[in-house]
């Protein structure tokens, strides 16, 4: 291999993105040199403000690509839901929120909140109480708190749907329907997935202002 096989891609350094100081500081700390080639098609439209539709397979690092985009996004001195993340399941949810955290350790107070079901509504309840700036959760359950009127999406601007072709084999359809009419319109929408079944053509369609294609065929 010659040696300029070997070095570092200056397109793909995340240092070539305008993100906040703190955030790519942290990348480095955090290992992330380079972007993925998802990563590297995706953020400039999100960081613009578009929104985008990314397709690409499992580990092609689809987690950082929003979650940079929404925490640049953030305004950590307004207390306020600015963003809901929705995952197909607790584990994926789960992973997506800690993923966020260490993203965003450069940023102080950065409050995400997960909201899952197949765990008790009291603490969830607790929890809204207190606030969050970033809510991750699976669909069903965030309608469960819309519904008792605890959860406010009147402040969100970045609607994340993160593996949207399962939460559509899951069923989830309806229940995303009832959040879309409940979050404001004028908000950025990104949605991520595997597979680009005709059912998640339509619903972009529904759901998101002339988004950008981004398709990554390999993971790297
Ligand atoms: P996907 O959601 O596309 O399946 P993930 O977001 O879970 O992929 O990322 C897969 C793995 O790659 C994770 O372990 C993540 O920490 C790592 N990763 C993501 N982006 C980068 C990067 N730019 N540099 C190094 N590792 C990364
Ligand atoms: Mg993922």
């Known amino acids: 291999m010659s040696n300029s096989d070997t070095k570092p891609n200056p ?16 990348l480095s700390s955090m290992g992330y040199n380079e972007m993925t080639p998802i990563q590297a098609q995706s953020l400039p439209p999100i960081l613009a403000g578009q929104d ?8 092609s690092g ?13 305004d950590v001195k307004r207390f306020r839901i600015q963003t809901l993340v929705l995952c197909p399941t607790r584990e994926l949810a789960d992973q997506v ?11 102080h107070n950065v409050k995400v909140l997960t909201l899952c079901g197949g765990v008790p509504m009291g603490p969830q309840v607790g929890s809204l109480e207190h606030g969050a700036h970033i809510i991750v959760g699976t669909p069903g359950r965030i309608v469960d708190h819309l519904d008792r009127n605890r959860l406010d999406l009147s402040n969100l601007n970045m609607l994340v749907l993160d593996e949207a072709d399962r939460m559509l084999e899951m069923g989830f359809q309806p229940a995303l329907d009832a ?3 409940q979050a404001p319109r004028e908000r950025q929408t990104l949605l991520f997935s595997a597979t680009f079944p005709e059912q998640i053509e339509s619903i972009a369609k529904q759901i998101m202002y002339e988004p950008t294609m981004v398709k990554v065929e390999g993971n790297h």
């Open 11 to 26: 397109s793909m350094a995340f240092s070539t993105l305008k993100l906040k100081p703190e955030l790519l500081e942290n």
């Open 52 to 59: 985008v539709i990314g397709q690409g397979k499992t580990g």
């Open 62 to 74: 689809k987690t950082a690509a929003f979650g940079l985009g929404l925490l640049n996004k953030l």
């Open 97 to 107: 929120a800690q993923e966020i955290r260490t993203l965003a350790r450069g940023i």
């Open 179 to 181: 959040i879309i009419e």
